[in-house]
């Protein structure tokens, strides 16, 4: 029996025969893995987890719109609701678990004092509708949230209201679209992306009118200059670029690029996904961008996943600012003010890009992390993923192919070239993470890296939990080496559920409950 750095057993007999055994409880549950019902399952709609006098007999202004039928939502005891939402979160891979090494995502450590702050009533409690006068704190917090990302970035301006990544990369395009527009620049309507982009770049290219014309990558992995030198036009809005880029790599020649996008009369849209790589080390603005989107969810640890909220204030140059969105907070005399419309001559905001103002517990949560690191602390952060990131690249160079030469910046990017000849491909190998307890790396992105494995470890990961990641690796790619095909093919075993067909999922989403009965009927 093989034994691991700590001394125990690599594969503990009993966990062997288990295995093999494959015996299945009576219960459906596993020790503390809960079989969980559906709510619509488990409850009735007879019950109510409360009891409440009677409603009087009202008038209602709703005609035939009423609702004739029982609304049919499940009643349940507050016991019963717990369970159920405690035994989906321990079939949840989280964050405050374990390692999450998904690639681009930077899945960092939220620090629990942004939760102390967001929930704090003057700001957890607020109304988006509320007179002025009584947010004047949250406004002011909205103030120096804007302070921080417009130093921290070099840029001017912010719109803090974009909701998302994608949703900031919307409003910079916007933006720049209406640039051109007041311009009379209107033939400018194609936008260069390298083809190592995020797939949300060209997406929102042609969201807003636009044609996408593909750069290809260098054999470094980064933009092929000469090739975009080749794409330049008079037709030509401007440029979609992350940087670092999503092969984690700092983009070197983005200078001169910005001025060839500049000269050739574009704009230069950076994707800032990956602005937690040099917080503090480099200010975009000083590297000619003209717009670019935070992931406040991403570099400054609001919490995501699971669809929660993010937020992607858009930071913009001088020649962008006048056509930001309302709404922005300014200073008038002693007081706060939202600016919800502009029609001074100078300023031509293109609209807006939400109901209100964006997602006022993300600011809070993002401002009490710059606040609690400090200038020098944000530095130190980025550094640090940098630092963990190279750490993991030099463990695993060798019995893992990495993808291109030289250092990387904050996620260390392999190709599938080790599991060659292997029977074992990218997924099989991601799904052998799942039975050893880790969640898998980004994997098959970016595009132009075959069988991409995408590691982003973050700062938050300590020198031993990279150690322990690393050698579970290693050791999983030696396994693939040694013919263990059927370990991955297998994979996940140990998982409460194995493969799922994830394309039907997404294709033909089952999004409404019915009665079993309704089903079996539907399915005739
Ligand atoms: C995450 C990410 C996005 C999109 O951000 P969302 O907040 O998920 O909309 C865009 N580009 C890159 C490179 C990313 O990593």
Avoid at 245 to 265: K, P, Q
Avoid at 364 to 371: D, G, I, K, N, P
């Amino acid at each position: 029996m093989s034994l691991n750095k700590q001394g125990r057993p690599s594969r503990p007999a009993v966990a062997q025969a288990e295995n093999e055994g494959q015996f299945e409880t009576f219960s459906g549950s596993k020790a503390l893995q809960q079989t969980e019902l559906l709510l619509f399952d488990r409850g009735d709609n007879e019950r109510t987890g409360v009891d409440l006098p009677d409603t009087p007999e009202m008038d209602d202004d709703l005609g035939d719109l009423a609702r004739k039928d029982a609304i049919g939502l499940p009643g349940l005891t507050e016991p019963e609701a717990m369970r159920h939402y405690v035994r989906l979160s321990q079939k949840n891979y989280a964050i405050d678990l374990g390692v999450y090494p998904l690639g681009s995502c930077t899945m960092k450590h939220n620090p629990r004092l942004n939760e102390k702050m967001a929930r704090l009533p003057g700001f957890g409690d607020l109304h988006p509708l509320q007179p002025e006068s009584t947010v004047q704190g949250a406004l002011a917090l909205m103030d120096q949230l804007s302070h921080w990302l417009t130093t921290l970035t070099g840029m001017p301006a912010v719109a803090l209201s974009p909701k998302a990544g994608a949703h900031g990369e919307l409003c910079g395009m916007l933006a720049i679209r209406a640039k051109l527009d007041a311009d009379g620049q209107t033939q400018r309507r194609r936008v260069l992306v390298p083809d190592s982009a995020h797939g949300t770049n060209p997406a929102t290219a042609v969201q807003c009118g636009f044609t996408v014309d593909e750069i290809p990558s260098d054999s470094s992995g980064r933009v092929d200059l000469e090739a975009l030198k080749g794409k330049l036009g008079d037709d030509v809005a401007g440029i979609m670029l992350t940087n670092p880029n999503t092969c984690g790599l700092f983009e070197r020649d983005i200078r001169t690029i910005a001025d060839l996008i500049h000269e050739a009369g574009g704009y230069f849209y950076c994707d800032g996904a990956n602005f937690n790589a040099i917080v503090g080390r480099v200010r975009p603005g000083d590297l000619g961008v003209d717009a670019m989107h935070i992931n406040l969810h991403k570099t400054f640890s609001t919490p995501h996943g699971g669809g929660g909220p993010g937020a992607g204030p858009t930071v913009f140059s001088d020649a962008l600012a006048p056509y930001a969105p309302v709404p922005y907070v300014v200073k008038d005399g002693e007081k706060w003010k939202l600016v919800e419309r502009n029609e001074d001559a100078e300023g031509q905001p293109f609209g807006r890009m939400s109901a209100f103002h964006g997602q006022m517990g993300m600011f809070v949560r993002a401002l009490s992390y710059m606040m609690s690191h400090g200038a020098d602390g944000l530095k130190q952060a980025s550094e640090d993923a940098v630092l963990n990131a190279n750490y993991l690249l030099a463990l695993l160079d060798g019995p893992m192919t990495r993808a291109f030469d030289g250092y990387c910046m904050h996620e260390a990017l392999f190709n599938d070239n080790f599991l060659k000849d292997t029977g074992v491909e990218t997924l099989d190998f991601a799904k052998a993470m799942i039975d050893e307890g880790y969640h898998p790396m980004t994997m098959y992105f970016p595009l132009v890296v075959h069988g991409a494995l995408l590691i982003e470890p973050t700062e938050s990961e300590s020198k031993t939990s990279l150690d322990r990641f690393a050698d579970t690796l290693l050791a999983l790619a030696e396994a693939a080496k040694a013919g263990e095909t059927e370990r991955f093919k297998q994979a996940p075993v140990h998982a409460p559920l194995r493969r799922l067909d994830e394309t039907q999922a997404a294709r033909q989403p089952v999004l409404r409950w019915k009665p079993a009965e309704a089903e079996a009927q539907a399915a005739q």
